[in-house]
Every structure is written in C-alpha cells, then in structure tokens.
C-alpha cells in the first residue's frame, strides 16, 4: 500500500482511492472537490497558490454545488447587509477552510479580480471579513458561490457591540504597550551606558545627559501607557478599594517623582528605568488578557454563524420560509437532507437519521421515524421530514446551549494567582513600611527631604522585579516545554491551576475512545472473490461511519480488492444502502428485525440472503489505561461524562478503570455537572473533544481539548493537545506540577532578598550603586532558579 | 564634548520619536490590526503583489467615482 499526496489539498491517501491523471507530473485527488478547483485554479492562471501554500494541507472542498440563493433574499439583506456612506452594500462573514496564509492570498485575489467587488478584507487571525461590493453589478449569492467554487465557505454574523468594543480595546491596548515596549527598549539601551558609568567612572553632567533621555523614554510610558493603571487605581478607590492598579501607578509615579528630584535638583540616581519596567512588564499581561477576552468574542461569532437562518414550514398546504424568531409552537416544518433543524419538535412524518454530534458527541447518525423528538442544531443526514415544533426558537436547545455558552464566556471562572494576591499584600505592606520609615525619619531628625528620599528609596529597592518575575520565567519555561511535548497551554496562568486540580472530567467519544469506529468481529473467509469485491465496493459508495470502517477493515485484511461499478445506490434512511448489479439486489446495513445484536452492526445481504455480519466497535485510546492509572495514583478523582447510553458507558468505564461514570447526559447537564463538582470546592478539570462538550469545557476550572476535535470545543478550551494522544493529561500534570514547585521557590527568593534589603533600606544606609546591583541580582537568582525546570529525564 | 553629546541626544530622540511616529500612523491605519497576516506580508509578499494592491487602489477609485455620478444622477431626477 503505497501513501500518495493530493494535488489539491496535500492531505495523503492510500494510492488505491485515488482518482489519477496521467500526465507529467502524474496528478492525484482524493475527490473531485479537490479535483475541480485544482483546474479552475489551473484555467486562471492562480497556480501559484500552491506555491504559497508551502507544506501546508487544508480541507477537501465540501461546499461546491450548495445552494446560496437565500443570501439575496429580503430578510437576509435586512438582517445581514448595510449601506456605506458610498452607496455601497457591506456584509462581514466568518470564512471556512482558511488553513494557511495562501487560503487568504486566494480568497482575496479571486475576489478582487470579481467585477463589482470593492474591497475584500479578510482577517486571518479570526477568519472574519469584510466584502463590500456594488450591488447593481453582482449578488452577494454570486460572491458566496465564488468563495464555494474555490472550495472555502462563508457565512453571515451580526457584528455585535460587544465585538466592536472587543476590537477597539484591543488596538488601544497595542498602541500603548508598542509605544511602552519601544520607550522601554531605548531605556535599557541608555542604562548600559548609566550602569557602566558606575564603575568607570562618569562626570556628573554626563550621568545629566544620560538621566534626561532616560526622562525623555519614560514620561510617554508612565503617562500614556500606564494611563490604563491610573484609570484603574481611580475606580478602584471610588468603590473603596486598593487594588493592583493603584499599586502599580502610586509605585511608578513616587519611582518617577524621586527621579525627577534626583535629575533637576538632587544628587544620586534615578530610577526612570524601573518605571518604564514596571509599567510595560503588567501592560504586557494585561494586554494578553484583552486578547483572550477577544477571541472569546471571535468564538461567539463562530457559533452563531452556524445557527441557520431561516425555517421552511408548511402553511395551508403551501410552504413558507420564515426567520427563525417567527416560528412557533405547532408550527410544522420542513427539513431537507443537508439542513439543520431550526427549533425542538416531534416527527409528524417521514423516516430519516439525524446527526446529532452537537447534542450527544456520537458520530453516528440517529434514526428518526414519526413521534422521535427533533433537537434544534441536529442536521438532517438522509431524506425529507417534517415535524411539529413543540418549542419556539428561543426556548430551543441550540439557542439555549449559546446562550448559556455566551454566559460562561463571559465570566470564565476566576483563578486564583498567587503571585498577584501576594503582589497585592506585598505592595500594601511596603507601602506602610515605606510610609512609616517617612514618619519615623521625620520626627526623629525633622528633616524632611531626607526623610522623603529614605522612604522613596525603601520603595525603589522593594521593587517588586523578582516578585513580577518569579512567576512568568518559570512560565514560560513550563510552557514552551510543554508546547514541546505537543501540549498548547492558552495562557501560562493554568500551570497553577492545573497543578492544585483534584477531579478531572472525562468525555467518552473522541476523549477516552478514539470516536473511530472499528470491526471487532465478521467472517469473510467465506465469501466469494466477486461477493467480496461487491462488498468493498458497496461500502465504499457510502461515507457513513459504519461503511467506512468496514471498508477500511476489508483493504487492511485482502489484498487484491476491486472496484465494481454498482447501480442503482439508494441510501435507506436509519438502515443501510441497497444497490443493483447485474439483476443482482446487494444490501449492506442492519436488518431490521435483527434484535440480537446490542453493538452497532453492518449485515452483508445479495438477494435478501445474509451472508456476513460485521460488529463495530468505537475503540479506545491505547493509552487511556495507563493514563487513567496514572491520574488516580495522583490521587485524582476520575469521572467520565457521555451523552451515550448507560451499557456501552459503563462497558469502556470497566476496561479503562473508571470507577465513577454518568451517561445520556445532555450538553447541559455535563455542564450542571461541572458547576455541582465546582460547588463542592472541587478543582475540576474537563477533557473533551466534541461541540457536545462546549459548555462543558466553558464552566471547568481548566478544559483540555482534543487537537482533532470540534472547532468549538478548542475555541473555549484552556488547554490543547496537539498530537491527540491522552497521556498529553499526564505530561501536563507532571510539567505543571514542576513548574508551579519552580514559582513558589522563586517567589520564596524574592520574599527572603526583601526581608534582607529592605531594613537596611529603612535604616537609610542604602546608596544608589548598592540598590542598582541588588535589584539586579535579584532578577538574576530568580532566572538562573527557573532554568533548573527542564534539568531532569522527561526535560532532557 | 558634553555640548556633542547633547547635540546627540536631542538627535537621536527625534530620529526616534519620527519611527516611533510612523509606527503610530501603520496602527491607525489597521496595519497591524491582524498579527498573522502582518508577519505573512512582511515574509511573502512580493513585486507581484504590490502591483496587485496599486490595481485594486485603481479600480476602487475607479468604481466610488462610478457609483458617485449614479447617485447624483439619481438625486437630481
């Protein structure tokens, strides 16, 4: 079996499934998608395309042929489109199947050379654009099957307040921490020459010229980019608070008040450096903060672009399309094959399967006949049904499920940091301890300068450089070890948390089992070479779960299968697929009145004669046992959630060691889970892969997902593992829990070199050159402690 | 040699106070506003792609000055 590349979308293949084209070089597809916009890039001259796009792979095209004309409807406009000032219409997508820089490159080259299309702009950060286009030469409906022909998708979003608001805060928080950064780096440019001076030796009008540009640097900082900490200090106080901000602004603004002294009047050493230090070191993590708070936002888009937009129901034997808002309970409605299901309700008539992964996490189709319940975002994956509403639109399980997302993304639980707790004690006791020193120099020799000055330089020599950087150092360290390890940590703040975690949540499918299913028991030793190639080739006309896996079990066990042209391939709703060859009726599927079977099955029938039947099975991770183990030796507790029913949850449970195990819980009740387990002032960490788990993953202390999982479900987690693998919840355990052992020595340095300098300080026998190398040295233990992180066997 | 020194200073504060300027009209402008696809331009782009943008630059001008006669056209009707 030899891998082969697709020309297309660079994802590899076994050789066999491939449609080839002989020529030189030899072209391969893995589908015809990837076929035609292969040559329709080809036809246009935008080959170059795959030049750009490097070694990287994306999506086969899955969109081509899909009907757009709802884009140019009038509720659509009304909704979705405004006007520029120009005259122009204006709509902002989220795109699908951007992957790589040459996705974008593509998207806006074929849509700029669009006649009627003014400006494309499309983020690739956030995958959103924004497409304004004359509407009196082109339909957004032609502009959407533009984007569909070269194998990517669209879809509308509102563009909320909130998003514009995210967006604006996001572009101050770089102005400043740009302009703090660049005043920052220019200062410690000027300090090697200051710090140098002191042991060269240097006159007192050049130690002038140095202290003025460092003057110069820092002022922006202070004043502009630390505008945000004033801002924050003054809210604090109106509602009676000392919070962080006040401390960082009342120790920069005192560092820079003494500065001043220090360079138009007094003798010694400023300390501008330091306040252009402090301010940038917390500008740059609050300005993380407002990035996580945006994409939270970016998330939000993306899960309510994918709630359809409008509903067909029948109305006095005549069918209506109405917006989502205006159905109601009775209502009936219609869902094609391909459509999602717009609000909750009961089958009236029709037979067909639904997929309902975004409520259950199962990748297998559900069947639904009459009386079966409808959940709203299930998609319809065979023929027509309708169904009575039973529910309206906002009281809906999809929009129920978003809006509850919305919530928890909103007000993600909040950590405890230990650093800035302590940070915050540590400031307010400095603080006393620097204005008491005032008080006490003061009545004890009644010089007032002398006194301000010791005071000020109590705070200088307290700064708290190793304290700020006891905690990211050994972060970083610990993340880049894990991003190593093929384990991506959002933000370095989890390491703590996830180091103190005492429950971990577990999903079934995708998490603890592969979501795979594979064929754990069917004979085909004793069918014919030509019932075998029919066979193959039956379940390959299908891209069910089911068939796949019994086609990929067949290439793995025979070696010289063939393709056999089949007719007549009809897809049975919640059954199987029958077709015709030669005369001859083939069947493969379940048989109905076949009860014994309690797993999923795949019966092999010619002429209504069974002839085979496979039993597939989802497999579990091979290294879930061992993980698992490893997790209650920790001491752990190991709980896993499903959407499943109770036999097949409680049959994995055993073979991985899972004592606690819930199933048939709703999306909802994984999360009410989640809060009671986080009632019980339990540090609760979920693991979870699927759409299903969401809310979930949103309402844990710390969520994990699966690298292959559901787009969502990484959008709201924490944490991603990369390689897919579960023993990545094990690596992580450990390197946190090392980190974390890592920030607590480090801070416990800070701690001991304060309780050191700072009486000395307070007895007035600190000089500048003194404070300079101890603030120094200081940083350096703490640097030098958290290289130590990485010096063991799993480091090396 | 301080009076070159200070000469120095006020030189290199304004050379880089002007960058610092420069940077600050990019980020007005949005340049920077999409981390990703700054660092890919810086990387990637080439000749081809600035004549591209001059182009795009042309027919944006082009299409405002077309839809701004359609609706004088419109109003004085």
Redesign the interface.
Same mark, same amino acid.
């Not at chain 2, 920077?32 to 696809?37: A, Q, T």
């Given at each position: 079996m030899s891998i082969v590349k697709c020309s297309h979308c660079h994802l590899e293949f076994d050789e066999k499934v491939m449609i080839k084209e002989p020529q030189s070089p030899e072209l391969n597809f893995c589908c015809n998608g990837c076929q035609g916009v292969y040559h329709l890039l080809k036809d246009d001259g935008l080959d170059s395309f795959y030049d750009k796009m490097g070694k990287n792979t994306i999506s086969p095209p899955t969109a081509i042929g899909q009907d757009s004309s709802n884009f140019d409807m009038e509720s659509f406009a009304q909704r979705y489109i405004k006007t520029t000032p120009d005259g122009f219409s204006k709509i902002d997508l989220i795109m699908e199947g951007i992957h790589c820089a040459a996705c974008i490159w593509l998207n806006e080259k074929v849509l700029d050379e669009t006649p009627g299309i003014l400006e494309v702009s499309i983020n690739f950060t956030n995958n959103k654009a924004k497409i304004i286009w004359d509407d009196e030469t082109i339909q957004l409906s032609q502009i959407i099957d533009k984007i569909r022909s070269i194998g990517y998708n669209a879809y509308p979003y509102d563009r909320t307040q909130s998003d514009k608001k995210a967006t604006a805060n996001k572009k101050d928080y770089f102005m400043r921490m740009s302009i703090a950064i660049f005043a920052s780096m220019n200062i410690m440019m000027i300090g090697v020459a200051k710090y140098t001076g002191f042991f060269m030796g240097m006159d007192e009008e050049m130690l002038r010229i140095v202290h003025m540009a460092e003057f110069i640097f820092a002022t922006p900082v202070l004043f502009y980019s630390g505008w945000v900490f004033f801002r924050g200090a003054y809210y604090g106080l109106k509602n009676k608070m000392i919070n962080m901000d006040f401390l960082v602004s009342a120790g920069a603004t005192l560092t820079y008040i003494y500065s001043l002294y220090v360079l138009f009047g007094g003798a010694g050493h400023s300390y501008f450096d330091s306040v252009a230090m402090i301010i940038t070191f917390v500008l740059v993590g609050k300005y993380l903060e407002v990035i996580g708070k945006k994409s939270a936002v970016d998330t939000m888009d993306k899960i309510k672009s994918q709630i359809p937009l409008e509903a067909t129901i029948i109305v006095d034997g005549g069918k209506k399309v109405v917006p989502l808002d205006k159905i109601q309970v009775d209502d009936i409605i219609e869902v094609k094959n391909g459509e999602k299901a717009s609000v909750d309700g009961v089958v009236i008539s029709g037979d067909s399967s639904f997929d309902e992964s975004s409520i259950s996490g199962e990748s297998l189709p559900v069947s639904k006949k009459i009386g079966d319940k409808i959940y709203s975002g299930t998609i319809n994956t065979s023929a027509v049904i309708r169904y009575k509403a039973v529910k309206d639109y906002a009281n809906s399980t999809l929009n129920n499920i978003v809006e509850l997302l919305e919530d928890s993304l909103n007000s993600k639980p909040k950590i405890e940091d230990t650093t800035n707790e302590l940070s915050k004690y540590f400031s307010v006791i400095i603080l006393s301890i620097a204005f008491g020193t005032f008080m006490g120099w003061y009545f004890y020799d009644g010089d007032f300068e002398n006194a301000l000055i010791i005071a000020i330089s109590v705070i200088v020599i307290a700064c708290p450089c190793a304290l700020a950087l006891a905690t990211p150092i050994a972060s970083l360290i610990g993340v880049s070890w894990l991003a190593r390890e093929g384990i991506l940590f959002k933000e370095a703040k989890f390491i703590e948390t996830f180091s103190k975690m005492d429950t971990i949540v577990l999903d079934k499918t995708g998490t603890v089992t592969t979501g795979n299913l594979s064929v754990i028991s069917g004979k085909t030793s004793e069918l014919s070479s030509e019932n075998l190639n029919l066979l193959f080739s039956l379940a390959d006309s299908s891209t069910h779960p089911v068939s796949i896996a019994v086609k990929k079990h067949l290439e793995q066990n025979h070696k010289y299968l063939k393709h056999i042209e089949l007719e007549s391939i009809e897809q049975l709703p919640s059954s199987g697929i029958k077709a015709k060859y030669n005369d001859v009726a083939i069947f493969g599927g379940r048989v109905n009145d076949d009860t014994k079977h309690k797993s999923t099955i795949y019966q092999f029938c010619i002429n209504n004669t069974l002839l085979t039947t496979f039993e597939l099975e989802d497999t579990i991770r091979d290294d879930a046992k061992q993980t698992i183990s490893y997790l209650q030796n920790e001491g752990i507790e190991v709980i896993m959630c499903s959407g499943d029913n109770k036999h097949i949850v409680s049959k994995v449970a055993q073979e991985v060691g899972i004592k606690q195990y819930k199933s048939k819980m709703s999306p909802i009740d994984k999360a009410n889970f989640i809060n009671e387990l986080r009632k019980d002032k339990k540090t609760v960490v979920m693991a979870g892969d699927g759409i299903n788990d969401s809310l979930a993953l949103s309402r844990a202390d710390v969520s994990i997902a699966m690298g292959n999982g559901a787009d969502i479900a990484i959008a709201v987690s924490d944490i991603v593992i990369l390689n897919d693998k579960l023993n990545g919840i094990k690596k992580s355990i450990y390197i946190s829990k090392r980190t974390f052992k890592f920030i607590k020595q480090n801070l416990a340095i800070s701690l001991v070199y304060n309780a050191v300098t700072i009486p000395i300080a307070m007895a007035g026998y600190v000089i500048p050159l003194v404070a300079a190398l101890s603030m120094s040295l200081s940083s350096l233990l703490v640097v030098g402690n958290s290289t130590r992180i990485k010096n063991n066997k799993l480091g090396k | 040699m301080?009076g070159i020194?200070?000469l120095e200073?006020v030189v290199?504060?304004i050379v880089?106070f002007s960058l610092?300027g420069i940077?600050?009209w990019g980020?007005?402008q949005g340049q920077?506003?999409?981390?990703?696809?700054m660092m890919?331009g810086l990387l990637?782009d080439s000749p081809e792609d600035l004549q591209?943008a001059v182009k /795009?630059d042309e %027919?944006?001008k082009m +299409? /405002?000055e077309k %839809?701004?006669k359609? +609706?004088e056209k419109e109003k004085s009707k």
């Open positions: - | 301080n020194l200070w200073l290199g504060i880089s610092l940077f600050i980020a007005r920077f506003d999409d981390g990703k696809k890919n990637n591209d /795009k %027919k944006v +299409m /405002k %839809k701004a359609e +609706m």
